[in-house]
């Protein structure tokens, strides 16, 4: 396993948020959890729904690490992902937001549904204006054949990237990630994004 800068990094996220990035392997499933166990490649992971999956991860397996930053930094002309929910105004209430790496720009560009909770979606966009709202920050975002506008309600979690490394790989760390199925049921991961200090990935 190995530590990787910012274009493996780019690559991590391709997939974990929306990314096409060519053909995948079918079935892929986005697991998120906590490691209840680490053994060299093998993990094992108490999913948010309560079961417990196995899976290896692969020698090559990219790590990012995942930590809080500050809404400030998603100022106009930045590029960010957001899990959100669409409101009856046509805004979208943020559920979370990451503020991608200056080297992450475009990465999985667009909007499309995602699986945070039942009703929710992806963004992943340019800030092209904020504003501070009556119910929070309001920023305006732009994304090949479309913009939506997101309300961002004060206490909403907000984090960024940095490369990660194998120490990050233990017990009680929280984790999202996306594994592919083999044919025999197996699972295996050749990326995952991991909280620092405790941080629970939140997308």
């Known amino acids: 396993m190995a530590r990787f800068g910012s274009s493996a990094l780019y690559a991590v996220l391709v997939l974990l948020l929306g990314g ?8 892929p499933q986005r697991i998120r959890g906590t490691i209840e166990q680490a053994s060299g490649s093998a993990l094992t ?20 690490a995942l930590i809080p930053a500050d809404l400030a930094a998603a100022g106009t002309g930045s590029f960010i992902g957001t899990a959100a929910v669409p ?27 995602w699986d945070l909770t039942p009703d929710s979606t992806m963004t ?18 732009t994304y090949k054949g479309g913009e939506k506008r997101l309300v961002v309600p004060p206490g909403t979690p907000i ?6 490394d194998v120490s990050l790989l233990k017990s009680g ?14 699972l295996t991961a050749s990326r ?3 909280g620092k200090d405790g941080l629970v990935p939140p997308m």
């Open 192 to 194: 995952i994004t991991v």
């Open 87 to 113: 409101q009856a105004d046509g805004t979208l209430k943020a559920q979370e937001v990451l503020i991608f790496p200056e080297a992450m720009r475009g990465v999985g560009e667009g909007h499309r549904a």
């Open 45 to 64: 992971i108490a999913t948010r729904e309560g079961s417990t999956v196995e899976l290896t991860l692969t020698p090559d397996v990219k790590i990012a």
């Open 173 to 186: 760390n929280h984790v999202f990630l996306i594994a592919e199925a083999g044919a025999d049921g197996s």
């Open 124 to 141: 992943n966009a340019t800030v092209e204006a904020t504003v501070a709202g009556n119910s929070g920050r309001e920023l305006t975002l």
């Open 159 to 164: 984090v960024t990237l940095e490369p990660g």
């Open 20 to 27: 096409t990035g060519g053909a995948q392997a079918a079935d």
